[in-house]
DNA sequence: CGAGAGAGAAAGAACGATCGTTCTTTTACG
DNA sequence: CGTAAAAGAACGATCGTTCTTTCTCTCTCG
């Protein structure tokens, strides 16, 4: 009794949102009008509305996804650690992977801020708790590994992965990845 | 004999570029329509296509003056430097000044790159020239101040000032700025 | 058991508003 | 008087959203 009343997640609408997702990274969120996620998605407007309030609560589960996706590889790379130290190295090398990989269009966040200028905006809502949480994670880690100035530590680590993400796309990637690689393992104290 | 013709720069070309310049910045550039640039300048369609071939031709326009006003800053603060090692510490303080008073919306550069996905569009090629650009000037003034791997520093140095743009932005602008100086001057090799 | 009423979701036309651009008219100056 | 710039109406296209219609099940009652 897979009811799409009660649990809409995994028909059209995971399908819609992984769609719009798609085209609001790769060509911007103002860029792409309704219209064409409809025409991609294989869907009509009267599907898109059930399961979204409007335009921009799609881009808010745009966000959100990105944000649990994250969240998701970091919990797989805690699994793998088998220490404090190791953690940390995983996660610089998950990092440098996202941007050559899959992020070679920037920080989807970076990006969605760049076209919602109002920080009260829900949109930068979704990338403010993003952000405090990844920091927070970090500083946790670094903390566990026995890091002085973890906070610090953080803070520069944020800073370089918002570096690698954009500097990937727009400069030359392998040559933004060294640089990561090198200054991240610096700033946490890494070998 | 200042003919509107020969040198419209100063005219209306100059104030819509200034303010069309302002609203791009703020609010993004997808975002505010050309009847707001018109009306906000205080001047009509028809001024505004004479100076300018179209939107995309004012976005070039707006992200070139950009650029003319970094060129325009280090060139003031080489006139101020007494030796190669005060000129990267200038360098890096004009960096932190810019984006704790002046960018604070984050990257023009950063920021018109998220919306145009097209390396090839004009737009991009602008991006590009000048991060080309500012890369070569770090590395030459690095290489002036006798340092070794001039050209590995000055990746990380344009890492770094991508982040603290993003960072006083998104996060915590006073401490995206100490971040910012304290692992920029190492990476310059300053004290 | 089968026909029909009814609810729910999808299809697609249509809405006003705004997008960037072009055209015609008016104004101003040499 | 003639030329060129500015004013503003108007263009088709697209924006995000809403509305009416169609379809498809399910449940019910004859």
Chains 1, 2 share one sequence.
Not at 146 to 167: C, N, Q
Request: glycine fraction near 6%; proline fraction near 4%.
């Amino acid at each position: 009794m897979k009811s799409s009343r009660e649990s809409p997640a995994s028909g059209p609408r995971q399908h819609l949102l992984e769609t719009a997702s798609r085209l609001f990274y790769l060509e911007g969120i103002n860029a792409v009008g309704v219209d064409r996620i409809l025409q991609q998605a294989g869907v009509t407007r009267a599907t898109l509305y059930r399961h979204f309030a409007g335009k921009e609560a799609l881009v808010v589960a745009y966000l959100e996804r990105e944000d649990a996706l994250i969240r998701h590889h970091l919990e797989a790379a805690a699994d793998r650690a088998v220490s404090p130290d190791h953690m940390l190295e995983l996660v610089i090398e998950g990092i440098a992977e996202d941007a050559w990989r899959h992020h070679t269009r920037g920080c989807p966040f970076i990006n969605a801020t760049a076209e919602f200028p109002d920080p009260a905006n829900p949109v930068r809502q979704v990338v403010s708790r993003h952000r405090v949480w990844f920091r927070a994670v970090l500083e946790e880690y670094l903390t566990a590994a026995g890091r002085e100035d973890s906070a610090i530590k953080a803070d520069t680590l944020v800073m370089l992965r918002d570096a690698v993400l954009v500097g990937s796309y727009l400069d030359d990637s392998e040559a933004s990845r060294r640089t990561f690689l090198r200054t991240a393992r610096c700033a946490a104290g890494l070998p």
